[in-house]
């Protein structure tokens, strides 16, 4: 999975309690993105980074917040769960996003089901 | 707003045969037609991908085929084997010079190839 660990890989947890999903990459690549996956809807974009501090927001960020302190690392935070933010969440990279087209490589995903 | 129409929901063929998957898109902007491969518990993985340019590109037994003024391509899987078997989506994205690539994904195409 081109260098990209998510952790955990399986979560379950309440309604109404904080949970936090890292992404963690060793191929020092610029952009960093999370998507969910749900049956029906494919991959859709929650949040991106193009940089240490600098993030936007993708077509499904209500309730999500990101952070990147560090290249490598890009953490993925769900503020207070609902059971509607129950899906398979994938960790995404490329290398500089500058109109090339580029692959996406994507992490091994983390199972999440909130109660 | 779904801005890639990916037909059909799933897909069983016999071992042998040609798997295929249409794609439809609304946005004339989009200038690179990727196809992912995603095996069960792993992320996606880039499969083949086109550029509006070419009305067709083959890889192996992966072919896709593009239809620019219909607004359609579609992924051809020749000989189709059992380890073929796995979900398949197509995207559609605009590079844009210096920054963000935005890669809309279809829902996917689940396919089994039975021996």
């Known amino acids: 999975d081109a260098g990209i660990t998510q952790s955990p890989r399986h979560k379950v947890t309440e309604t109404g309690t904080p949970v936090t999903l890292r992404c963690h990459q060793t191929?020092?690549?610029?952009?960093m993105y999370w998507y969910r996956q749900d049956p029906g809807h494919g991959l859709r974009l929650i949040h991106y980074?193009?940089?240490?501090?600098?993030?936007d927001k993708g077509e499904v960020s209500d309730g999500y917040s990101v952070s990147r302190s560090k290249t490598e690392d890009f953490l993925l935070t769900l503020e207070s769960a609902t059971s509607s933010q129950t899906s398979v969440y994938f960790c995404?990279?490329?290398?500089?996003?500058?109109?090339?087209?580029?692959?996406?490589?994507f992490g091994p995903g983390t199972r999440l089901l909130v109660l | 707003q779904q801005q890639v129409k990916q037909s059909p929901q799933s897909l069983i063929v016999q071992k042998g045969g040609i798997s295929i998957i249409n794609c439809a898109y609304e946005n004339t902007a989009f200038d690179y037609f990727p196809w992912y491969q995603q095996f069960p518990g792993k992320g996606p993985a880039l499969l083949i991908a086109i550029r509006p340019d070419v009305s067709e590109k083959k890889e192996g037994r992966f072919t896709i085929s593009f239809n620019k003024s219909a607004k359609q391509f579609s992924l051809h899987i020749m000989d189709s084997q059992p380890g073929d078997s796995a979900t398949y989506f197509c995207a559609a994205s605009t590079g844009r010079s210096g920054g963000y690539q935005k890669v809309t994904f279809g829902t996917g195409t689940k396919l089994q190839v039975i021996p």
């Open positions: 980074s193009y940089g240490v501090k600098d993030t």
């Open positions: 191929e020092n690549h610029r952009y």
């Open positions: 995404a990279i490329s290398e500089s996003g500058q109109g090339l087209q580029e692959t996406q490589y």
